[in-house]
């Protein structure tokens, strides 16, 4: 601290990473040297750990274990196993999350099995500025199951768009771009008092928004597993369905693997009796391992704890951005932390150039078209000085790009 009490944002952050009870968590993610990662939202990065299970996984349980591994190597009971460590982070029992497929796939199936509960109502809600796949496969889900698919912009809009032809929202919990977060009890009661039901899409969410799907009534939810979970590339999706509604929906994608008895070979499809019925086909056995190993960090982390560093580094991030007011830097994620999901946004006439000059200097983020540039803040693998340093690249870019214009 300076005389007079003045503190710089790198002595704030110095004091902010002495104290923060997650910064241990840190080292256990692999580092580029040179390089600050603020893509976690997009694309988790690796944790040590990860790495040396899947040469395990590689050497022993494929190369040496071969076939035998389904069951020696506990490959059958990896969804099972994987589901239970996401279940805590949704607040809601094991019963009812299953891992498997992608999140488009999985949406899908949710679609579907929501509008089984349809009770004579037509229409699909989906939100116009929803992640595109989340719009296209309502889309193509709506054609199929011939319901009436329509797009609102706003919360506001969705509120007095719902009516007694509503049947399912479709609705992700974190704006993509801004990172704007919605309230899911309050957004769910809304929804559930006109009779329709919710499919929140958390896959900007887990990880870094403790949760509780059970208590607040949520009908279905899905996600993805390589964002803040740090999965890997095409990490496995989770889906999680309520144990009221899981015994009446079916999986309209009923491979075997959703099959009561997988392994008995029947020509009959009998669908499994719990949360298992929301599998297709073979699981992924390198990606799952991977996503269950990444997920034993958060055995003994505290969800607020987090949720605490997320809302301090990305508040800390747009406040070193908006201290020179010389750049054409446009802050559009929202500026109360507890509505901001882990990533900030800006809007830059030449977001693609300020984002490359970025990424020369050692800092990775990502463009949205057309003129966004976002930074993602894997809340276990960074440390504040990362996100203070990071921000004044981003300053001096922004401003290199303005110069040469
Ligand atoms: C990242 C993301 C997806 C990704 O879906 P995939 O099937 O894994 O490609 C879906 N929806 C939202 C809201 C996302 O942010």
Redesign the pocket.
């Known amino acids: 601290m300076r005389e007079g009490g003045i503190t710089t944002f790198e002595e704030r952050a110095a004091a902010l990473d002495a104290a923060d009870p997650l910064g241990a968590y840190v080292d256990r993610f692999v580092r580029k040297p040179g390089c600050v990662y603020l893509d976690g939202n997009?694309l988790g990065p690796l944790q040590h750990a990860v790495q040396a299970r899947l040469k395990t996984v590689i050497a022993d349980e494929w190369g040496t274990g071969l076939i035998t591994s389904w069951k020696e190597g506990c490959w059958l009971d990896l969804p099972s196993q994987t589901a239970s460590r996401i279940a805590p982070l949704l607040g809601v029992s094991d019963a009812s999350v299953t891992v498997c497929d992608?999140?488009?796939?999985n949406?899908f199936k949710l679609i579907a099995a929501a509008w089984q509960h349809r009770e004579g109502r037509a229409d699909i809600l989906v939100e116009s500025t929803?992640?595109p796949?989340?719009l296209y496969i309502a889309s193509g889900a709506a054609a199929l199951l011939g319901a009436s698919l329509r797009q609102f912009d706003t919360a506001d809009e969705l509120l007095s768009s719902l009516d007694a032809s509503t049947a399912i929202v479709v609705l992700?919990h974190v704006d993509?771009r801004t990172g704007a977060a919605l309230d899911i009890p309050s957004v769910t009661e809304e929804v559930h008092a006109r009779g329709g039901r919710v499919i929140w899409?958390l896959?900007?969410t887990t990880g870094v928004f403790p949760l509780a799907l059970e208590e607040w009534n949520v009908d279905f939810a899905v996600g993805?597993g390589?964002?803040f979970l740090n999965g890997g590339p095409?990490a496995p999706?989770y889906l999680y369905c309520s144990p009221q509604l899981l015994p009446t929906v079916e999986n309209a994608l009923p491979g075997w693997w959703g099959h009561a008895a997988p392994f008995a070979m029947s020509p009959h499809y009998e669908s499994h009796p719990d949360i298992l019925r929301f599998q297709t086909g073979t699981p992924s056995i390198l990606s799952l391992a991977a996503l269950h190993e990444a997920l034993a960090i958060w055995n003994d982390i505290d969800l607020d704890a987090v949720r605490q560093k997320v809302e301090t580094i990305s508040s800390l991030f747009i406040d070193v951005v908006a201290s020179e007011a010389t750049t054409l830097l446009q802050c559009i994620s929202p500026a109360d932390p507890s509505t901001r999901g882990s990533h900030a946004a800006f809007r830059h006439p030449r977001a693609a150039q300020v984002m490359a000059t970025c990424i020369a200097t050692g800092v990775i983020g990502d463009v949205r078209p057309p003129d966004i540039v976002r930074f993602g803040f894997a809340p276990l693998a960074l440390t504040y000085s990362d996100a203070v340093h990071a921000a004044k690249t981003l300053l001096a870019a922004a401003a290199s790009c303005t110069a040469g214009a």
């Open positions: 997009s992608s999140t488009s796939v949406l929803n992640f796949t989340d992700t993509f899409d896959s900007h993805c390589y964002k095409g999706s």
